[in-house]
């Protein structure tokens, strides 16, 4: 992976004892692989059932996440959580994480405004989305919204054209090398990320913003039904 003077990368910070998600946790607190960490208030790790069989992957943390520490805490992690359940996927066993954990924005007077995160930070970000994924070994990784998608799937893919779509993980990934060579501690160690499915759709904040909230959110659980039927099988 390219270094850059500003983002290092996440690998140096992540230490070759951290065995589990805890531990994981702990060292992403002193996480500098890129910039964002200066301006946010605290890493926001992913949480949730360790021995999830369905993770799921947003873009970066809100300005409600940034402030709590914790993913998903909003409206829109409500909103995820009932169409989980909607789908048929049990919402306490689950595990919810995002692409980049500290939170971007520009400050508008004394609003913090959202802004999406390059792909420098993504790339930086991406060894503890590796890390988690070697430690949980998911059997369904969904990804929330076009940010996350295209930072497992590379730039060209689209959620409005592939979402509800189970594809091969890590085989699905532009560069799958990009998930199996990836440094996963700051001795160079690679991790081999389990095989699994994963599949793409909007991202629960996408619901709360449409026009009609009732039919995005019925689409959001139909893509979510998709990914329970492999739970079930
Ligand atoms: S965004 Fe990721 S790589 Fe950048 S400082 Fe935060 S945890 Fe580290």
Redesign the pocket.
Known sequence: MAETENAPG?QHFIPPQADTIDQLRAA?AG????E??QDASQ?VFGRGDESARVVFVGEQPGDMEDQQGLPFVGPAGRLLRRAVDDAGIDPGHIYLTNA???FRFELRGKRRIHQTPDRV?IT??RP?LVAEFARLRPEVVVVLGATAAKALLGPTFRVTRQRGELLPWPAAAQRPEDFTRVPVDNTGKVADVPEAQLLATIHPSAVLRADNQDVAYEGLVADLRVAAAVLVA
Request: glycine residues 6%; positive net charge; aromatic residues 12%.
């Open positions: 996440a992403a996480c500098r692989g890129c964002l960490y890493t980049v954990k500290h930070h930086a970000c503890w």
